[in-house]
């Protein structure tokens, strides 16, 4: 195998944050990510003391979202809600940017934003992975296109103090030709470009569209250090079986390792 197990699990931030989730689901999801060695679960601010407790001893975090799904929160809100999270538990942050000012270049507004919530985490020896929602950049905007868009947010949020720039939320829903709304989340070359334009001190992480091994390998080859993932399970199934037939002198069947296909 071209990576070792705990490589790719301590890749991936097992996600508990869709809207309906109940006690036991999460509960169920953070003894999941236990069993299976991940590097953090990504939940929701009123979960992280629940999740702490049952997660104490297992090498697993607990990371929280902040302002989240959408960034819309005022930057103190944002601030008070990560001191909550961080003493409740939390030693990873996943902000969302507030995309409206970026989008209309109040370039001043987004990074105090950014830098509120890293200032705060950091306080708490937390860190911080900020979220562009990349499916809403496809246009770009403030007089720039996409790639150069996402550029600039890169290299502002590295000036803020983030630790991870992050593709999406993996509810960054948008309105298809069709009438249906749907997303494409982490792409490939979304990755690339976010690798470029950060310093080796920032990190990048993947979030949306990762749902099976070949992907999860992917995110690694384009420089990603962590891959949001409900697949959790299926994927590193996947990684035991393909290993134990490589040790077999079998060659497994693999896919391309496409990401950013959308859906949940």
């Known amino acids: 195998m071209k990576y070792s197990y705990e490589e790719l699990a301590k890749m991936i931030d097992h996600s508990l944050l869709h809207p309906t989730l109940t006690d036991a689901e999460l ?8 069993k299976y060695g991940v590097a953090s679960v990504c939940i929701k601010p009123y979960a992280v003391r629940r999740a702490a407790e049952l997660l104490q001893g297992t090498g697993v975090l607990v990371g929280c979202v902040i302002g989240f799904p959408h960034g819309n929160a005022c ?5 008070y809600e990560t001191e909550l999270a961080c003493r409740d538990g939390a030693a990873e942050i996943d902000m969302v940017i507030n995309v409206g000012k970026a989008l209309s270049g109040d370039w001043d507004y987004v990074e105090r934003d950014i830098r509120a919530v890293c200032d705060e985490a950091h306080r708490h020896g937390a860190k911080v992975k900020v979220i562009f929602e990349n499916d809403y950049l496809t246009q770009g905007g403030a007089g720039l296109g996409s790639d150069d868009f996402k550029r600039k947010l890169c ?3 590295e000036r803020a103090g983030a630790d991870w720039v992050k593709t999406s939320t993996g509810y ?3 309105k298809q030709p069709d009438g249906s709304y749907n ?6 070359h979304d990755l690339a470009l976010m690798r470029a334009s950060c310093s080796p001190r920032v990190q990048v992480k993947a ?15 384009l420089g990603a250090s962590r891959c949001g993932a409900t697949a959790t399970a299926a994927m590193l199934d996947e990684y035991r079986r393909r290993a134990a037939a490589e040790a077999a002198g079998i060659a497994p069947e693999t896919r391309s390792g496409a990401i950013g296909a959308g859906g949940y």
């Open 27 to 34: 509960e169920a999801g953070c003894r999941l990510a236990a």
């Open 75 to 79: 930057t103190e809100a944002k601030r």
């Open 155 to 157: 290299q502002i949020c």
């Open 172 to 174: 960054g829903f948008v």
């Open 183 to 188: 997303y494409r989340g982490a792409t490939e």
């Open 207 to 221: 979030a949306g569209g990762v749902r099976d091994l070949d992907g999860l390998i992917r995110v690694r080859d």
